[in-house]
């Protein structure tokens, strides 16, 4: 759709990746308007950590690293989870949909996504316990 805020949230995205650039910052409500237009369009692939790196959101980013430093499998980026069609939809920011098993930036995502039988934890519960995380994936 070319909405205005949709077309500022692109325009963030695409300026932000030029040289000297990385200091822009990007909301995650925009971060995901961007994976969400994306999925739309069919160009949300994930098929390697730079991928995953590249649309997931930036305050993931260390914890990527980490992920990735310990062979962890690829997770999805910015999955919309829901009961059934007709229910409202949650966003699980990085999620391995085998295990049911997800990160999310917003804590109000959590209850929806448990109620249907995801394991949601913060970006510092996974910290703080990262090769417990990595091992149950």
Known sequence: ENRHSNLMALWLDCHKKQPNHDHMFI???DAKKINDLR???????????????R?????LHGLTGLLKARNAPLPSVGMKISKNAESPSVVIDLAWKNT???VA????????AKAIGWKIFS???????????????
């Open 27 to 29: 909301s995650h409500s």
């Open 105 to 112: 930036i917003d804590p109000l995502c959590a209850p929806t």
């Open 39 to 53: 999925r739309e369009q069919n160009i949300l692939s994930i098929s390697s950590w730079n991928d995953v790196l």
């Open 100 to 102: 049911k098993t997800g």
């Open 55 to 59: 649309y997931g959101d930036a305050a």
């Open 123 to 137: 970006m510092a519960q996974c910290l703080d316990e990262i090769d417990r995380f990595v091992t149950n994936l």
